[in-house]
């Protein structure tokens, strides 16, 4: 599956059966685990874009999920030669420090279109993984021209289990929303088109409330239903099974009683701290309009609490431009809404 900025999660979890011999086959199948599948599209030319995953001091500066810093990488990218990569930064499960090392070997380098490489984890427990049939992965990662822009389509796996590649999901797509701001910030000036539709969005706002009432305004139902959707917009369906894996039902109301309702799943969710979720709005039909991926982080700053958000699109229709060019007005005005509401003393009163 494959859409503008896409971010999909394929599953491979097919197995070979071996005949013969009057052996049980399921004894003699090969573990072919899961497969991770990110395409992202960004504002940048395929050269600068290149540079950035191949030059090291420009690697290290969005390398890694949000809130993660690279203190040590190490690569030549000449085929057959070992890299290493060591990243500090907080458990997302638990806040507490912790420091990553990753390591590998390049298999293929075939400039500005292609990088192939192994990638493992030097000490999983570090990560919060459980040990693995899989010692290894390999990543591949393309490059494809779009006008101004470049498509990047990238793989890793196998994984052993659909939460571990969910996991690394949740990380890349971090690291990626990273990129996104790096290349914005390296890459020549660049003036949108009237017809282009949006893609991407990146926001950080600070809060004047603690970490633990904002986080609760966004993943309790009875609270998010107060502040959530555009100005003028009520909440009358607001559902959150708030945990990984957790659905999510949304009914938006315009002022002139349009329904707008959204279906979506957490993929991943660490209270406080941070969740990831998919979400598609649907069509008077019931079909998806589109599909978005949205990561929020929370973190405890001088004077309140301080989100951001990050949200791409990973499927599209037809139907979807009219709809995402206002996403960035929308999740604007839904910010203030939530600063409102957490700032107002009515959130303390439903403790």
């Known amino acids: 599956m494959q859409g503008n900025g896409s971010s999909v999660a394929d599953v491979s979890n097919e197995r070979e059966m071996v005949q013969g011999g009057g052996m049980d086959a399921t004894m003699l199948e090969p573990l072919r685990g899961y497969e991770l599948k990110i395409t992202r599209v960004f504002n940048a030319p395929r050269e600068l874009v290149w540079k950035a995953w191949t030059e090291p001091e420009r690697t290290v500066e969005w390398r890694g999920p949000r809130g993660f810093k690279v203190t040590e990488f190490e690569n030549t990218w000449v085929e057959g030669e070992r890299w290493r990569l060591t990243m500090v930064g907080k458990v997302p499960a638990t806040g507490q420090p912790a420091t990553m090392r990753q390591s590998g070997r390049v298999l293929e380098v075939r400039p500005p279109e292609l990088l192939r490489y192994?990638?493992?984890?030097?000490e999983r427990s570090c990560a919060g993984l459980p040990e693995s049939p899989f010692k290894e992965s390999v990543i591949t990662v393309s490059f494809e021209e779009q006008g101004d822009k470049t498509v990047m389509h990238f793989t890793q796996g196998p994984f052993a289990t659909e939460s571990e590649r969910d996991g690394h999901m949740g990380g890349w797509n971090s690291a990626f929303d990273r990129f996104a701001e790096f290349m914005l910030a390296e890459g020549p000036p660049r003036q949108p088109k009237a017809d282009e539709t949006p893609t991407e969005l990146h926001m950080r706002r600070t809060f004047a409330a603690p970490l633990q009432m904002v986080f609760d305004a966004w993943t309790k139902p009875e609270r998010m239903r107060e502040w959530w959707g555009p100005a003028c917009f009520t909440t009358p369906v607001c559902e959150l099974d708030a945990r990984s894996g957790?659905?999510?039902r949304i009914h938006m109301q315009a002022p002139d009683g349009t329904v707008y309702p959204i279906v979506g799943k957490f993929v991943?969710?660490?209270?406080?701290?941070?969740?990831?979720?998919?979400?598609?709005?649907?069509?008077?039909k019931g079909q998806p309009l589109f599909e978005l991926w949205t990561s929020v982080f929370f973190e405890e700053v001088e004077g309140g609490t301080e989100v951001v958000l990050d949200v791409h699109v990973t499927k599209s229709t037809p139907q979807a431009p009219m709809y995402l060019k206002g996403m960035k007005e929308g999740w604007k005005q839904t910010l203030d809404k939530l600063g409102a509401f957490v700032t107002a003393g009515n959130v303390t009163a439903k403790n």
């Open 118 to 122: 192994t990638f493992q984890w030097d």
């Open 246 to 248: 957790g659905s999510i």
């Open 268 to 284: 991943e969710f660490f209270p406080p701290y941070r969740f990831h979720y998919t979400s598609s709005p649907l069509d008077g």
